[in-house]
């Protein structure tokens, strides 16, 4: 099979760099929520099995949250990818043995649920594909024009409810 090297384009260069973005600012927030919840940085590299339960559900939301590698996620935690891949391995098998470990996951499963919904990465790009060509439209567009539409949808608004 003779297959071609054929270089991304630039504007899907851009775009992956924004879906990478998105899911990394979400990943921080999720160890900031987590690292709240507990009282201490659950990114240290401790291994009392306090710390290192509290690590384990969060690499565990920020993995089922966002569409990072595990590369990726071991970047944010100082660990290496084998290493993520054990501990959402071992959080499995853990949360149906431990009670309270089981109770704090279902919180932060609710938790991010709610706030984040479950990842699909079809739907995470196509929102940051929309959200790429609105801003372009935007930046192309002249100012008046958007009032103007602005104007029109609140018109319009105000008709449909008369």
Request: proline share 1%; with cysteine.
């Amino acid at each position: 099979m003779n297959k071609k090297y054929k270089p991304y384009r630039p504007e899907t260069i851009k775009k992956k760099a924004d879906i990478r973005r998105l899911s990394l600012n979400k990943a921080k927030s999720i160890i900031k929520f987590c690292s709240k919840y507990y009282g201490f940085d659950v990114t240290t590299d401790s291994r009392k099995r306090i710390y290192t339960n509290s690590r384990f559900i969060a690499m565990k939301m920020i993995n089922d949250y966002t569409n990072l590698s595990l590369e990726d996620i071991g970047l944010l935690f100082g660990k290496h990818h084998a290493t993520i891949l054990y501990s959402l391995d071992t959080i499995k098998v853990i949360v149906q043995y431990d009670k309270e470990l089981k109770e704090q996951y279902d919180y932060f499963k609710n938790h991010f649920d709610n706030r984040y919904g479950l990842f699909n990465k079809n739907e995470e790009i196509n929102k940051s594909i929309a959200i790429f060509d609105i801003v372009k439209i935007l930046e192309e567009t002249d100012l008046n024009d958007i009032i103007s539409i602005k104007d029109k949808l609140c018109l319009t608004r105000s008709e449909m409810t008369l």
